[in-house]
């Protein structure tokens, strides 16, 4: 039976000419450049999964802030390279505000995107002692950074957490710690694929082992406050986003604005540095870099390499965002919920036509609404499933692309507009047909 909407040779054949050799770890962009190549040749507009561009407008109190910026000619200026400084300022009201953190202007850093902040928190933590040469993934997780370290030519080791949730995380991680060869630990929080968040007690493990076994927790916030099922979004009050930073001193935390402001384009994000890691001196630091300090090393000798700053417009912009934010004037977390509304819809279109969740439950709880859900189609394996649905007009990525040991698929919601769920029901319907054998 060939019911899709596509030909599956004009699929085969892009796949052939972008010498994408498996389908299913393909990266993210390989299916951007495939879709797309596709999508050129037949006019079929695919329902976009691959990847997490945001889907709404940017935060106009950042672009107004920006154009501001502009015509008053900070184009012609460089940046300083730790950041403007009232963005550190008001980065710094953030994290109290939204995470009851305190945190010094000083270590909050404008990076270009989360991206260059973890790149950058990778190479310094695997410097800093000859001996821990290997950062640990607790995964599943966001591919772009395994990518990182292969180009840093660092090693790491990763563990899909899927099973040792809870308590059992203290045992996994005390496991792989003790062996003495980890420097930095990172995860994502909301978790990019799963959308499975930690508890305090999980993040209260791993703040703990940092301590024990001097490892630098990094945790990438790409999703700040959107687990939706608690309201994150009032400053200064209760409940906050969880974070290890309330277990540990030993934190790099990663705070996007490409998601909860929709700000991908600008690429600016913030980094931010405990006080006291700030100010930590590593031998091995001064030997490698010339420079004592963590946070000295990080600005003045590799944010300095790699960019010299960053955007100093967008550093304008996410002021005027994190301001209004910690002025509690601008709701993001309200504009975001979107995101939750939508994953909801279309959840319930894949199960009621074959599929099941992946990462179902988060801990007792069913999995959150959020930006990302994991499905799998019963006897299909992830790389076939993206290969199917590719042929369906769906465009994902495999779950084994994120470090997960489980069979499927991620399926990131943004990107998908409310008018295409029709056109995606009738796909997955016509998927369904041909591939449950009635
Ligand atoms: C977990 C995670 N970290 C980092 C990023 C990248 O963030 P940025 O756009 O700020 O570089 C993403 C983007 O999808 C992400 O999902």
Redesign the pocket.
Same mark, same amino acid.
């Given at each position: 039976m060939n019911n899709s909407p596509l030909k599956k040779e004009v699929v085969d054949q892009k796949i052939k000419e972008l010498r994408i050799p498996d389908i299913g770890k393909a990266s993210i962009r390989e299916i951007v450049a495939l879709v797309n190549l596709v999508e050129e040749e037949t006019g079929v507009k695919y329902v976009r999964m691959e990847m @997490?561009v945001p889907g709404l407008p940017p935060a106009e109190i950042g672009t107004n802030a920006e154009i501001e910026a502009l015509k008053r000619g900070v184009a012609s200026i460089y940046p300083m390279m730790d950041g403007i400084k009232p963005l550190k300022e008001e980065a710094s009201r953030f994290v109290k505000n939204f995470m009851n953190i305190d945190v010094s202007p000083k270590g909050c850093i404008p990076t270009v @995107? &989360?991206?260059q902040g973890?790149y950058a928190a990778f190479m310094l933590a695997g410097n800093i002692d000859k001996k821990k040469d290997t950062t640990l993934f607790i995964d599943p997780g *966001?591919p772009v950074q395994k990518q990182q370290m292969l180009v840093l030519g660092q090693k790491y080791k990763s563990f899909d957490v899927f099973n040792f949730r809870g308590g059992k995380l203290r045992q996994k991680l005390e496991g792989l710690l003790s062996q003495g060869d980890i420097n930095s630990i990172i995860y994502?929080n909301p978790n990019?694929p799963s959308w499975i968040c930690f508890t305090d007690e999980e993040l209260q493990i791993i703040g703990e082992l940092a301590n024990k076994y001097e490892v630098i927790v990094m945790e990438?916030l790409?999703y700040f406050a959107m687990d939706f099922r608690k309201n994150l979004s009032k400053p200064g009050e209760p409940p906050y986003q969880p974070t290890v930073a309330n277990f540990t001193e030993n934190f790099v935390l *990663?705070i &996007?604005? &490409?998601k909860i402001f929709s700000y991908?384009g600008q690429?600016c @994000?913030m980094m931010i540095i405990s006080d006291s890691l700030y100010d930590k001196e590593f031998p091995n630091l001064q030997k490698r870099f010339k420079s004592a300090t963590f946070g000295s090393t990080m600005t003045l000798r590799i944010l300095y390499s790699f960019s010299s700053g960053t955007c100093h417009s967008a550093q304008w912009a996410l002021t005027a965002m994190f301001r209004a934010a910690n002025e509690g004037q601008f709701d993001f977390v309200e504009v975001v919920k979107e995101y939750g509304e939508k994953a909801k819809v279309m959840k319930r279109l894949f199960l009621e036509n074959g599929f099941k969740l992946v990462y179902e439950k988060d801990l007792d709880e069913p999995i959150a609404d959020g930006f990302y859900f994991t499905i799998a189609y019963p006897g299909m394996k992830g790389d076939e499933l993206v290969q199917n649905l590719l042929y369906y007009g769906i465009s994902a990525i495999a779950l084994n692309n994120t470090g997960s040991e489980e069979e499927g698929v991620r399926a990131c919601v943004s990107f998908v507009k409310r008018e295409q769920f029709n056109e995606l029901e009738d796909r997955l319907r016509r998927f369904n047909l041909k591939y449950s054998g009635n």
């Open positions: @997490g @995107g &989360s991206m973890t *966001f994502s990019n990438d790409a *990663f &996007s604005s &490409s991908a690429r @994000g």
